[in-house]
């Protein structure tokens, strides 16, 4: 994984991400926006695009945003 989204999303879900992604990597899962670390090109433009700061790197994640970083995997069906 390179970025991950975090809580903020579920309640925003504004796509701004999506829309500034030049690779289309940003997916709407159920209930949240999800990141494809095979398609993503680490350009950042989604982390500042995104109107309520939900996506972080994964090596800057709070500890009480790892389970969206296990979220995105179980998303993408990565171990």
């Given at each position: 994984m390179a970025f991950v989204i975090t809580s903020a999303c579920i309640t925003e879900q504004a796509a701004d991400c999506v829309m500034v992604c030049p690779v289309d990597c940003i997916e709407l899962g159920e209930d949240q926006y999800f990141i494809d670390p095979d398609t993503c090109i680490d350009c950042g433009a989604c982390v500042a695009a995104c109107p309520v700061e939900a996506i972080?790197?994964?090596?800057?994640?709070?500890?009480?945003?790892?389970?969206?970083?296990e979220k995105a995997k179980t998303f993408?069906?990565?171990s």
């Open positions: 972080y790197h994964e090596e800057d994640l709070l500890t009480e945003d790892l389970p969206f970083l993408y069906n990565i």
